[in-house]
């Protein structure tokens, strides 16, 4: 490339701490197959609560990952953060060490991340006074600690950021991580997502607000995305990391490339605190804008990654948004939602998600949307019922939504290098 050529963004390390894997071919096998990692909750009691259901991770231990004091110190949604960015950078086979750490940066995105210290705390306090309070416990668990201890573990001396958007957090941090690219303030990302919500006062919270599903049936069946029977989401709990490369950088130390980063897009609906513009305003926003940034057209686009929480409210408006955006084009898009394999990872959920449409861009397969029977009358796209489908994507978008009307929209664009 010429040195007035724009820098280009590409992926090239993928890292998760999942319910249904920490390892990248396990997680992705099970998003394929359908499998979900929902099961009866298990972290506390539900006791009378109506949502008994969760997608946990039950084998994690933060020791493989970073050293002792640290790994009994943190806070789990810090665990996991470190945890993911490290499997992505082995992923990379990307040595930090042997680049200057200045041209390196951390960002993590995440909401609730001190929600478990933050209550220990306050246990502490009330049983012992100030003198049972550590200082750890404030700075183990505040909102930017993810993203200074990913930094530290890697050695990544560049710059080092935690981005809070709700659940659009972990797709917003892949836009501010691929602007930092472009704009030549780093060669190399080491971003994503974390979120640890199992916790009885965000569960409580999620009850009252009748966002969660209430089935009590089979918990693998229990999320059910534009489905006429949807009852809400089932939460979850992880992190989801990747290395973003500036391609040339990329190309010199012959790393595999997932997908290229092509655009990103934001839009806030300024509408109400919880509930999304009934028509999908800042979806269709969010999209025009990351296409534009993109330099694509609707048509380009073969796949979408939705938020798909399986509410009526988040499921119509996320359908009527893609079909006002693509207008005619609409019809000839693949659609799918993969949150009832993984649970709703909130601030985490765009990362994760991120990570899945990037593997559907490299290995050319589309991911099925888990337990749709009946469609809605209004969400007619083509959601990818019943089984995974091969296809020869060539560019993907993932989408994410939080409260407050945030809205944001990931391009990835399939990755062919250039014959000689």
Sequence with gaps: MSADAPRRVVITGLGVIAPNGNEIGKFWDSIVAGRSAAGRLTRFDPQDAPAKIACEIREFNPGDFMEGKAAKRLDRSVQFAVAAAVNAVKDAGAKIGEIDPTRVGAVEGTTLSNVTAASQGETAYKLRGYKGISMFQMLNGYSG???????????????????????????????????????????????????????????????????????????AAAMKPFDVARGGFVLGEGAGFVVMEELGHALSRGARIYAEVAGHGRACEAYHPVAPEPNGAGVVSAIQSALKRSGMHLSDVDYINCHGTATEANDLAESRGIKRAFGKYAGRLAASSTKPVTGHLLAAAGAVETIVTALAVFHQVIPPTLNLQIPDAECDLDFVQYKARPYPVRAALNLSSGFGGKNSCLVLRRWTPKVP
């Excluded at 201890?149 to 990544?156: H, K, N, T, Y």
């Excluded at 797709?171 to 971003?191: F, H, K, P, S, T």
């Design 145 to 219: 600690c993810g993203s200074g201890e990913v930094a530290a573990e890697l050695g990544i001396k560049g710059h080092a950021v935690t981005l809070s958007s709700g659940s659009a957090s972990g797709n917003d941090v892949m836009g501010y991580a691929a602007m930092m690219i472009r704009e030549d303030e780093a060669d190399l990302m080491v971003v994503g997502g974390a979120e640890a919500p199992i916790h009885p006062l965000i569960w409580g919270a999620f009850c009252q607000s009748r966002v969660m599903t209430r089935v009590t049936g089979d918990p």
